[in-house]
Nanobody, 119 residues
Framework: QVRLVESGGGLVQAGGSLRLSCAASGTVFSRNVMGWYRQALGKQRELVAGITRSGSRNYADSVKGRFTISRDNTENTVYLQMNSLKPEDTAVYYC?????????????WGQGTQVTVSS
């Protein structure tokens, strides 16, 4: 059974930083595409960032230059470094994993971690 557990969310002031982590188990981590979605209250879930098995990254336009996704295949963990946070980044952030690159929505999800950015 695949399990994804997020951590690192919290409350931060605008302009601050947070680092989210997602630890995976029950799967061959290195074979999966990993990434993060977020869902703000009353809005649809949106893709924030993804990273392929080979390390190729993609980002939502709204976070380019501020967020960085990375993965550690030895620790089965994917990270999202979030800098210069804005109030509009407030959302529940969900980690995902999928053995393929084009499945929408992805196959596996974490439970989510709340990120709140105060103005």
């Amino acid at each position: 059974q695949v399990r994804l557990v997020e951590s690192g969310g919290g409350l931060v002031q605008a302009g601050g930083s947070l680092r989210l982590s997602c630890a995976a188990s029950g799967t061959v981590f290195s074979r999966n595409v990993m990434g993060w979605y977020r869902q703000a209250l009353g809005k649809q879930r949106e893709l924030v960032a993804g990273i392929t098995r080979s390390g190729s990254r993609n980002y939502a336009d709204s976070v380019k230059g501020r967020f960085t996704i990375s993965r550690d295949n030895t620790e089965n963990t994917v990270y999202l470094q979030m800098n210069s946070l804005k109030p509009e980044d407030t959302a529940v952030y969900y980690c995902y994993a999928d053995p393929t690159t084009d499945r929408n929505p992805p196959l596996y999800w974490g439970q989510g971690t709340q990120v709140t950015v105060s103005s």
